[in-house]
C-alpha cells in the first residue's frame, strides 16, 4: 500500500491530483482513514477530511465535486 499512497500523495493541489485522490478512495485501493493519512502528509489540515472521505466511499460525493473544493486551480 505504501507505494500507491506514495503515488497518489505529492502534494501539488491540482485538481488532477486530488481527483486521483478520491477515486483511489471510491475504488477501495486506499482506506478513508489512509486518504486522511496523505492529507495529513502533504501539510494539509485534516479536520473534516475524514467525514468527505466516508461521503467519497459512500458515493454521496463524487470525485470530481471533491476536486472542485480541493483543487481551487492551486499549483
Do not use: D, H
Amino acid at each position: 500500500m505504501a507505494t500507491k499512497m506514495s503515488s497518489l500523495f505529492k502534494g501539488k493541489e491540482s485538481k488532477k491530483e486530488e481527483t486521483a485522490e478520491a477515486k483511489a478512495v471510491k475504488s477501495g485501493k486506499i482506506t478513508p482513514k489512509q486518504f486522511v493519512a496523505g492529507e495529513k502528509s502533504e501539510g494539509e489540515s485534516t479536520k473534516g477530511k475524514a467525514a468527505v472521505a466516508a461521503k467519497i466511499k459512500a458515493g454521496k460525493m463524487s470525485p470530481s465535486a471533491y476536486a472542485k473544493s480541493e483543487g481551487r486551480g492551486k499549483k
